[in-house]
């Protein structure tokens, strides 16, 4: 079997805002194993993205980490780190929580890339396309020729603000290196953008969504990652954009054996690049293994409705069956001590008001389910009073005008929806 490359623990991501403590994420626990497609997916709103950028550091305030670790396979770091750091070591394993900020930053870029939702507003308007890919290959450069604890963005000459300042005043200075530059093209080449020398002048208006996407690709390929997020990476694209973009991601993952995390709200994405994937509602993973698992062996009442909500070609005309009832507030003082889907829940009984923890399916399988079915049949709980959650709270559990409803008759789902084509 293949070795982890990462091992999350526990993670648990909130944010301080004025209106209260929100649990965006909230003990996550899932292991991402080398050269596999790793898929996470759920509604929007149920923390997929929170998990995402806490894996590559880039929470900011009002957001913190505030627990878990986040264990990432690295001989050589685990080496370099062992003395310093002993509780953050673990034979090839360190834990990135435990090691400080500026190990982290040097492992962004290089280590870890993400591919952000909107490439649009991820690109600077104000530098070219070449150049701002250039830039993230000077990061791979320098942080591959100097020891990780030197590593900086500001100490190199070509990245110092005199020679920001310069490129503009002078345009004849180049902002990045003419290797840089080169290796630029070479990349947007990579992930097939036509005509890459010229385009590679070119600013971000100057592209299409689809273009961009894949400048997007190639700019976070740059570092070589052992691991690369990719956050809704076809989103914004029409279906055969799409297509091409993720036969792109695969092609490009059998290439160079990197690891991919794909967080997304399309199962059909999850099913046509995923080894394994993990479910996750209201800031946690309730259900996770392999495709075959979530897919077909599912036990989770949400996996089960999410599946089910998905537009079937054969009953065109027939009506959809969406997830009803919205996602829970992840308000830390509103969140109720039970089953976070118990209020959407169909199968929702008496021992669902008491918090169900992860449970193996299989006593020595990895198929992981946080529900009281894999313990239980449904049933063998007393039921709950139809009106429970409607008086109990504002929930009510049979809301028609639900997020997630999906309209049959022009194949639409709406942006909240569980599923889209
Ligand atoms: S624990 Fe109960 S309410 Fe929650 S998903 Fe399972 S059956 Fe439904």
């Given at each position: 079997?293949?070795?982890d490359?990462?091992?999350?623990?526990?993670l648990?991501?909130r944010?301080?805002?004025?209106?209260?403590?929100?649990?965006?994420?909230?003990?996550?626990?899932?292991?991402?194993r080398?050269?596999?497609?790793?898929?996470?997916?759920?509604?929007?709103?149920?923390?997929?993205?929170?998990?995402?950028?806490?894996?590559?550091?880039?929470?900011?305030?009002?957001?913190?980490?505030t627990?878990?670790?986040?264990?990432?396979?690295?001989?050589?770091?685990?080496?370099?780190?062992?003395?310093?750091?002993?509780?953050?070591v673990?034979?090839?394993?360190?834990?990135l929580?435990?090691?400080?900020?500026?190990?982290?930053?040097?492992?962004?870029?290089?280590?870890?890339?993400?591919?952000?939702?909107?490439?649009?507003?991820?690109f600077?308007?104000?530098?070219?396309?070449?150049?701002?890919?250039?830039?993230?290959?000077?990061?791979?450069?320098?942080?591959?020729?100097?020891?990780?604890?030197?590593?900086?963005?500001?100490?190199?000459?070509?990245?110092?603000?005199?020679?920001?300042?310069?490129?503009?005043?002078?345009?004849?200075?180049?902002?990045v290196?003419?290797?840089?530059?080169?290796?630029?093209?070479?990349?947007?080449?990579?992930?097939?953008?036509?005509?890459?020398?010229?385009?590679?002048?070119?600013?971000?208006?100057?592209?299409?969504?689809g273009?961009?996407?894949?400048?997007?690709?190639?700019?976070?390929?740059?570092?070589?990652p052992?691991?690369l997020?990719?956050d809704?990476?076809?989103?914004?694209?029409?279906v055969?954009?799409?297509?091409?973009?993720?036969?792109?991601?695969?092609?490009?993952?059998?290439?160079?054996?990197?690891?991919?995390?794909?967080?997304?709200?399309n199962?059909?994405?999850?099913?046509?690049?995923?080894?394994?994937?993990?479910?996750?509602y209201?800031?946690?993973?309730?259900?996770?293994?392999?495709?075959?698992?979530?897919?077909?062996d599912?036990?989770?009442?949400?996996?089960?409705?999410?599946l089910?909500?998905?537009?079937d070609?054969?009953?065109v005309?027939?009506?959809?069956?969406?997830?009803?009832?919205?996602?829970?507030?992840?308000?830390?003082?509103?969140?109720?001590?039970?089953?976070?889907?118990a209020?959407?829940?169909?199968?929702?009984?008496?021992?669902?008001?008491?918090?169900?923890?992860?449970?193996?399916?299989?006593?020595?399988?990895?198929?992981?389910?946080?529900c009281?079915?894999?313990?239980?049949?449904?049933?063998?709980s007393?039921?709950?009073?139809?009106?429970?959650?409607?008086?109990?709270?504002?929930?009510a559990?049979?809301?028609?005008?639900?997020?997630?409803?999906?309209?049959?008759?022009?194949?639409?789902?709406?942006?909240?929806?569980?599923?889209?084509?």
């Amino acid at each position: 079997m293949r070795e982890d490359v990462l091992r999350v623990d526990g993670l648990s991501t909130r944010f301080f805002t004025g209106e209260g403590q929100v649990n965006a994420v909230e003990n996550v626990s899932f292991d991402v194993r080398e050269g596999e497609v790793f898929g996470i997916v759920g509604e929007s709103g149920s923390g997929k993205s929170v998990t995402g950028l806490s894996l590559v550091d880039l929470i900011e305030s009002p957001g913190e980490i505030t627990d878990g670790e986040l264990w990432y396979r690295d001989v050589e770091l685990a080496d370099e780190l062992s003395e310093e750091f002993p509780e953050a070591v673990d034979g090839e394993y360190v834990d990135l929580r435990g090691v400080p900020e500026a190990v982290r930053t040097s492992l962004r870029g290089t280590s870890f890339s993400m591919i952000f939702q909107d490439p649009e507003s991820s690109f600077n308007p104000s530098l070219t396309v070449g150049e701002q890919i250039a830039e993230a290959v000077e990061v791979q450069q320098r942080a591959s020729s100097r020891p990780r604890s030197t590593r900086s963005r500001t100490d190199s000459e070509a990245y110092s603000l005199g020679s920001l300042v310069l490129s503009f005043a002078l345009p004849s200075r180049k902002y990045v290196s003419q290797e840089s530059h080169e290796r630029a093209i070479e990349l947007l080449e990579m992930v097939g953008i036509p005509d890459p020398v010229e385009r590679a002048d070119e600013y971000p208006h100057e592209y299409s969504g689809g273009m961009l996407q894949r400048a997007m690709i190639a700019q976070a390929l740059a570092g070589e990652p052992d691991v690369l997020v990719a956050d809704e990476p076809t989103t914004a694209l029409d279906v055969t954009i799409q297509a091409q973009v993720l036969d792109l991601l695969s092609e490009l993952q059998e290439e160079t054996g990197m690891t991919i995390l794909i967080i997304t709200h399309n199962l059909g994405v999850i099913a046509r690049m995923c080894d394994r994937v993990g479910v996750m509602y209201a800031g946690e993973i309730v259900e996770r293994g392999t495709l075959e698992d979530v897919f077909r062996d599912n036990v989770h009442p949400y996996t089960e409705g999410l599946l089910g909500s998905v537009p079937d070609l054969e009953s065109v005309g027939g009506s959809l069956d969406p997830v009803r009832g919205n996602v829970p507030s992840l308000l830390d003082h509103e969140m109720e001590d039970r089953c976070y889907f118990a209020d959407r829940c169909p199968k929702a009984m008496e021992a669902c008001l008491e918090r169900p923890t992860d449970a193996r399916v299989e006593a020595d399988g990895d198929h992981l389910v946080k529900c009281v079915l894999t313990e239980m049949e449904y049933g063998e709980s007393p039921p709950l009073p139809d009106d429970y959650f409607a008086v109990e709270g504002d929930n009510a559990g049979n809301d028609d005008n639900a997020n997630g409803a999906v309209d049959s008759s022009d194949g639409t789902v709406s942006a909240d929806g569980g599923v889209s084509r």
